[in-house]
Structures are given as structure tokens and as C-alpha cells.
């Protein structure tokens, strides 16, 4: 292969992304991130209206949802 290597990878496992799941290279890790999201959601989530009701405590900045180590 004489093809230079795309400079873009899976955020998830470091792959070449694959144009149909960019920006991840799969479908396992489009899900995993996928689930991630979700998770960081339910888990500081909690009961939105008693959000509203008290006085808007504030939510932990979600600064981990892009990890790139
Ligand atoms: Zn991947």
C-alpha cells in the first residue's frame, strides 16, 4: 500500500475511521461511545424536575465526554 494514512482515527480504539461510522471506525465503537454518552446522562442526570424546583445546583462539567488519551 502506497496510500498515506488518513491522519483522522477512531476517538474509541485509535482505528482508521470508516466513513460510514466516522468519526469512529466501527459500529461497536460508535455504540460504546454512544453508551457512554448515555451514561454520563442517567448518571447525573437524577429526577429533572426536582432540578427545576430547587435552586439549579450546578451540573459537573462533562469535560471527560472527549478523551483522546
Ligand atoms: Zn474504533
Same mark, same amino acid.
Given at each position: 500500500?502506497?496510500? !498515506? @494514512?488518513? !491522519? @483522522? !482515527?477512531?476517538?474509541i480504539c485509535g482505528a482508521p475511521r470508516v466513513e460510514a461510522f466516522t468519526p469512529f471506525c466501527s459500529k461497536p465503537c460508535r455504540d460504546r461511545d454512544l453508551l457512554k454518552w448515555l451514561g454520563d446522562g442517567?448518571?447525573?442526570h437524577g429526577p429533572p424536575a426536582l432540578l427545576? #424546583? #430547587?435552586?439549579?445546583a450546578p451540573r459537573p462539567s462533562a469535560d471527560d465526554l472527549d478523551d483522546e488519551a
Open positions: 500500500m502506497t496510500r !498515506a @494514512k488518513s !491522519a @483522522k !482515527a477512531c476517538p442517567y448518571a447525573i427545576d #424546583e #430547587e435552586d439549579g
